[in-house]
């Protein structure tokens, strides 16, 4: 059915616009006002099945879409659509919206004539590798990469090439989307490229459900990584050569010129 | 004088803790309810004295340690000399805590032995460059890197090899501290770096006060890189192969398969 061109947001005289909103990581303390404040004014809220669930009080009296994983296209342009109507519409990510998150799905979808008129308005939240890192110490303290080892949309000798660059450049690496049972190829020649770039062993952050009740850090290396407990919620932070671990924290001196043995006069 | 062996953490039962706080970009929305809630139970607040003056309501009825920059070590080591005596004591950092923030000094400083009984608690925040990528659009949508070109403490040649493996593994990669005017010698090669190693011009996003009143968003590519603009708060986001710059947004697509002519039937 061809589309009416006067849309009912023209017709409210406002134009439309879809909130791409960051959640964070879960944790409702980590939500940002901005973003809560821009739930609780939307009446349509578009996301996947399982981050609806992270805050249900604010999807109270509002129309959901819904969908699963790998139906990203069709719930952005539902919400796209729902703009059009008139509505103000969020469509939710967790961690950060423009971090493998919806941002750039939504924005890519304004090239397409009917949605060109959607202004895109990205709210910021906390990525998976900041909350995370948190938990465990500084490991991002100095300079650092995210790696998304997904290899549904980008060709895995790119991604290989991304994780070879920033073994060779001595970056602290976080790998999003690790893999799952049955499907650790990517990891395991992460790992492989890590140890050889290196030349020795790294410490490593294991890190499963961040933000979440079941939120689990466990302080690894390349020698033992542990493939057995990767799964889709894991984030896995690779140190680099000024990695210390220390008492259970894992962390990166940013380089102060401290005096170890110095004891403060008060 | 030789610190005394009991202190008043101690009598108090607790054991001494320091909150690395990371405030965010600056905008009070983006600051977390975690942080604000943190911040409000502490009764000394120490910090840099441009980001205490960000949200002056939270400082009310606290002791401060305020210091300017380069006087980061006396800082953290007041605060923790302060969690000893007892008191509830946040460190606050622009950002995140943990990137470029305070969050590893303080770890670094509980190997003095004096300090080895603080626990150190890290807060995470919204970095520079996920707010900045959010004004702009969706920059950091795929695989991107973070690099601080300040040599204060880091060697040049190590922050060049980033900027070159970063290149290499075509990152978008957000620039800290790039420098400010008659100290842009970093923020030239890297510039260099990057337009040799793509073999052709790519968009380049700059970003002055990030979540301040002062806000700017600049897009701009390498070939026409605006050396004149920077300064202490800028934030510079270089694209990869494949960022596009579309109606005055910035993006990376993350692969979606979109048919750019398709009409969404209703």
Redesign the interface.
Known sequence: ???KTETKAAAFNHSPVVY?VGL?PG????????AE?ILKSCTVIAGYSTYLKLFPDLLEGKKIIESGMTH??DRC?AA??AALEGEKTAVISSG??????M???L??????P?Y?SVD?Q??????AC??G???A????????????LSD???PQE??L??V???A????VTALYNPGRQGRLAMMTHAIRIFRESAGKNLPVLVLHDIGRINELVHLSDLDHFPYSEINMTTLVIIGNSDTLV??G?F????????E???????
Chains 1, 2 share one sequence.
């Open positions: 059915m061809k589309q791409a964070g944790a409702r303390d980590l939500l940002t006002p901005r404040e990203e296209i342009k796209l659509e950060d919206a423009g971090i493998y998150g941002a750039g799905l924005l890519e979808l304004t090239e397409i009917r060109a895109i990205i709210i910021p939240g906390i990525t900041i909350a890192a948190a938990l110490g500084a490991p991002l303290m100095n300079d650092f990469c995210c790696i998304s549904l949309m980008i790119k991604i090439k991304r070879q660059s920033a060779c450049g001595d970056f220390r008492n924290r962390y990166c001196k940013r380089g102060y010129p401290i170890k043995q110095e004891t403060f006069s008060v």
